[in-house]
């Protein structure tokens, strides 16, 4: 499987995965001059910039990322800081084959600032998932999650850290895992080729 | 300080109570011929059964069991299994002394049938919240959380068992805790005596 990682922040996440062993065939950012292309380059990955400004509509962006996609042969992708919807029409061209990490435990906290909402919120226990992508916003198929504690005395900070720890360790793993076959999306369900496998549960 | 359980089912966390050797004073249910009230009676507490067709409406429902809570002079209130949601006159009779058990880490899956949403969205992890009662429903300030896993070959039976294990091992815990003054209610915050003693997370 060649697998594209979609970003546009910090790279984070894709430095995990390379770090890691994951192989990583494209990058792709929605951003220029993010930390993520630089992390690409000094692992001599393909790379490439789509600017939505440089599109005339959603439409148009989603066609030029396909094109990319198709270009180098993807065929599974893995969101990791790509702060933009994918259109309907490009979620169906890769049916299961498309995942992406969110800072909470769905279906708490979609959207945007989960890690602060569930921090202002005085939770104790918050978390990492990460789904396969739907149409909905964060509402994908679950493949995999881990719990995360916030602790008393915790800054946002504190949290936040302690969230994208749990990240740079989960989300590895579960590629692999979907890579070798390990869990597919069958008839919109999540089914595992071994039940209980603790990657899902991010031991 | 002296509590009161209020319960409407099996009793299994009023049980779990008391073989923890948690005391408990006072048990109001608001339905005869429960589980709950055997437990009661077995156990040799003073218990009440306040049924709501008995009453006109609501405020003449809760003026009852405020009457009943100061007869027996209950300071602090612990729902478990009373499926009824208490006015804001009775929350703002006994200011952070309420508390409520719920089967989800809130503010995922408030409401009913908690467990058998959660089990049909194919969550990997859900859990358990003790939380001070306010006017929202499952809304108020979380006291403490334990995450539970959803295993992939659960039946909803097993998954359900998983939850109400976590609830028996967390509830009498953090009663203790709160009984001892480890945890309070100040201006709408739940601030602690010792900062991330273990129970609040549920260990």
């Known amino acids: 499987m060649r697998w594209g990682v979609l970003v546009g922040g910090t790279g984070s996440n894709l430095k995990a995965m390379l770090t890691s062993g994951f192989s990583v065939s494209l990058v ?7 930390k993520a292309l630089e992390i690409a380059r000094d692992y001599g990955l ?8 440089d599109y005339p509509d959603r439409q148009a962006y989603d066609a030029a990322l396909v094109e990319q996609l198709s270009r180098f042969g993807i065929e599974r992708v893995a969101m ?17 084959a498309i995942v992406n990490l969110h800072p909470s435990l769905l279906p708490a906290y979609p959207g945007l600032h989960a890690i602060e909402r569930a921090f202002s919120d005085g939770v ?18 679950i ?16 949290f936040e850290e302690r969230i994208h720890a749990a990240e740079h360790a989960l989300y590895p793993q579960v590629l692999k895992a979907l890579d070798r076959g390990q869990a597919a999306l069958i ?14 549960h991010g031991h």
Chains 1, 2 share one sequence.
Request: glycine share 10%.
């Open 28 to 34: 792709i950012s929605h951003k220029a001059g993010v």
């Open 124 to 141: 104790l226990w918050s978390g990492v998932t990460v789904h396969f992508v739907d149409e909905g916003h964060d509402t994908g198929p």
């Open 80 to 96: 990791a800081g790509f702060l933009r919807w994918l259109t309907p029409e490009t979620i169906a061209r890769y049916p299961g």
């Open 187 to 200: 008839d919109g369900r999540v089914e595992y080729k071994k039940e209980n496998d603790q990657w899902m």
């Open 46 to 53: 393909e790379s490439c910039v789509l600017m939505p400004k």
């Open 143 to 158: 493949v995999a999650q881990v719990p995360v504690p916030r602790l008393v005395g915790d800054a946002l900070a504190d």
